[in-house]
């Protein structure tokens, strides 16, 4: 582990590689899981107010799904997560011209219709931030559907902080992101790896 500020890191975030393979995957990790993506507390107020310039690229069973439930759920950890299609897919899913499952949230974001990219937890993902009261928890999450970006991440030698700069970045702010790689340099100069 290691602690910047408040926040405590696993060197998994260090030392995993990562690059996601969406050639590979198809985008399975927006269609798959038991639960939506986890939200932060503004999370679902922006997902309202972009609801309208996304709603063009959402299936129809997804604009059921939200007329019928809204953008967002309590899950059975009583936290704020995405609805869901089917148990598994989230609400947000289309799929591009190549059958990959792409997120319409960033879809209006990269078009320049929102400032809002999409839920901070699938920027970073694989990595999974907990906040407690006097400390955030940043772990790396591993999922066997992820295993083809494992690999690429490998055979380029793109580790997991690299990966996420721009997410990390947006998080926990350019200082903090510079502390983390100068303390994996050092890691990796000691030979820990």
């Known amino acids: 582990m290691l602690q910047i500020d408040d926040t405590i890191i696993s060197l998994d975030v260090l030392e995993r ?42 299936p129809e069973k997804s604009k059921a799904i939200i007329k019928a439930q809204g953008v967002s759920y ?12 089917d148990g598994a897919e989230c609400v947000f899913v289309y799929t591009d011209e190549n059958g990959y499952a792409k997120c319409a949230v960033e879809k209006a974001y990269l078009e320049g219709k929102t400032d809002f990219r999409k839920p901070i937890s699938c920027y970073l993902y ?3 931030v907990t906040r407690y009261a006097h400390h955030t928890a940043i772990n790396y999450h591993r999922w066997h559907l992820c295993a083809c970006a494992e690999a690429l991440g490998k055979k380029e030698g793109v580790p997991v902080y690299k990966f996420l700069k721009e997410p ?13 790689a ?8 000691d030979g820990v790896e």
């Open 17 to 58: 590689n990562f690059i996601c393979d969406l050639t590979s995957c198809k985008g399975a990790c927006c269609i798959e899981g038991e639960e939506g993506a986890p939200l932060e507390n503004d999370e679902v107020k922006k997902l309202e107010e972009v609801l309208p310039v996304v709603w063009e690229y959402l």
């Open 74 to 85: 309590i899950d059975r950890d009583g936290d704020a997560v995405t609805s869901i299609v």
């Open 126 to 128: 694989p990595v999974r």
């Open 168 to 180: 990390l970045i947006q998080c926990f702010g350019s200082a903090w992101y510079e502390q983390l």
């Open 182 to 189: 100068i303390a994996a340099d050092e890691l990796a100069s």
